[in-house]
C-alpha cells in the first residue's frame, strides 16, 4: 500500500497532505474539510422537533429522533396516544439511556423498581406510550427519547 503524504494545488505546488486540505463531499452537497465532516456527521442532536439521525435501522431504513416531554401529576397510570406525538413510523422503541425523570434537583431512571410503593414503569404499545409508577412523581418532568424507522422509507 503506497501512502500519499504530498499533492498539488492548482498551481502545481506541492502541499503537505492533512485534513483541512482533505474535501469530502457527499451527493449534492458542496464539499466540507474533513474536521467539520467529521464534526457534522458525529453529532447527536435531541430535540422536541423529529430529526434524522446519521444511525440506519437494520433493514436499511433511516432511524429519526423525538424527545416527548410531559409533566407528571398525581395521575399514576397515563397514555399519550402516538398519533399525538409521531406519524408514519414503522419501528419503534424508547432509548432508555437517554431518557429521564427530572425534577429540578434529581433525575431519575425512566424505568426503576425499589418497593411496591416505589417504581416506576414506561413503554410503548398499540394505544401509545404507556407510563405506571407505584408512587407521587408529580410535578416532575418525563424526558423520553423515542427513536423509530418510518413506513414512508424505503
Known amino acids: 500500500m503506497k501512502v500519499i503524504n504530498k499533492l498539488k494545488n ?9 485534513a483541512t486540505n482533505i474535501v469530502v463531499a457527499t451527493g449534492t452537497k458542496k464539499g466540507k474539510n474533513l474536521p467539520k465532516y467529521m ?8 430535540s422536541t422537533n423529529e430529526i434524522k439521525t446519521n444511525e440506519v435501522w437494520i433493514d436499511g ?14 395521575n ?21 439511556g437517554k431518557s429521564f425523570i427530572w425534577n429540578g434537583s434529581e433525575s431519575l431512571a425512566v ?18 406510550i404507556r407510563f405506571k409508577c407505584g408512587g407521587n412523581l408529580s410535578n416532575r418532568t418525563v424526558y423520553l427519547v423515542l427513536e423509530y424507522t418510518k413506513t414512508t422509507d424505503n
Open 61 to 74: 431504513k433511516p432511524i429519526y429522533r423525538y424527545v416527548q416531554s410531559f409533566m407528571l401529576s398525581s
Open 39 to 46: 464534526e457534522e456527521i458525529s453529532k447527536d442532536v435531541y
Open 76 to 96: 399514576t397510570n397515563v397514555t399519550i396516544p402516538f398519533h399525538s406525538v409521531v406519524s408514519n413510523f414503522d419501528t419503534i422503541w424508547i432509548n432508555e
Open 10 to 18: 492548482n498551481d502545481n505546488e506541492e502541499m503537505k497532505l492533512n
Open 111 to 128: 424505568n426503576w423498581y425499589n418497593s411496591s410503593t416505589d417504581w416506576c414503569r414506561i413503554w410503548l404499545n398499540t394505544s401509545g
